[in-house]
């Protein structure tokens, strides 16, 4: 059982039936009031965030999990389907609202974290780094700025996300799945 004040980032939890994952947390203390925790929790079912207060004395379960490894096979009008790493005739489908943003930078048999809450299969987690090889990239065109600039590149699985501008079409970049963000060529 968790208390209020160990709800911290990463902690996964049950509330009202179902798990969710602490995303952020911080005390609060409003003047002569008890301390709350305010929490940014995320359904772990349906991938929904919102904001949440949670009051001294309150306790929660802990979320039981199961993980395994499957692999990405392919995504056909928003639903990406998978099969078991070691049994490749076990598959299952999940909606893209299901795994998230995260979504636009799976590749074909790309190993994912497959999460099981009661024996459904909720999400999958990707790993925090992929490398992916560069589709289209417009020429970086060298301006006066002060800092270095950046250009939209599209990648091989289809996401648009800003480069700096020596990566050119053919290169294969590192990005960080959880922030989107570009960190550095391979």
Not at 120 to 142: D, F, H, T
């Amino acid at each position: 059982m968790f208390s209020y004040s160990d709800l911290k980032k990463g902690v996964q939890f049950i509330l009202e039936g179902e798990p969710y994952e602490v995303l952020e947390s911080s005390q609060m203390k409003k003047a002569q009031r008890r301390p709350v925790l305010q929490a940014k929790v995320r359904s772990l079912i349906t991938g929904n965030v919102f904001e949440k207060t949670f009051h001294q004395g309150e306790t929660f379960e802990e979320a039981e999990l199961d993980k395994f490894d499957a692999k990405f096979l392919y995504s056909h009008r928003g639903k990406f389907f998978f099969c078991e790493e070691k049994d490749p005739s076990k598959r299952f489908e999940l909606s893209e609202e299901q795994i998230g943003p995260q979504a636009k930078f799976l590749k074909q048999n790309q190993v994912v974290q497959t999460v099981k809450f009661e024996g459904e299969i909720i999400n999958v987690s990707l790993p925090i780094k992929v490398q992916l090889k560069v589709a289209e990239a417009p020429p970086g065109v060298k301006g006066d700025r002060a800092q270095g600039g950046t250009k939209s590149a599209l990648l091989e699985t289809g996401a648009q996300i800003q480069v700096p501008l020596f990566v050119e079409q053919g290169d294969t970049i590192e990005i960080n799945t959880e922030t989107g963000e570009y960190v550095k060529r391979i």
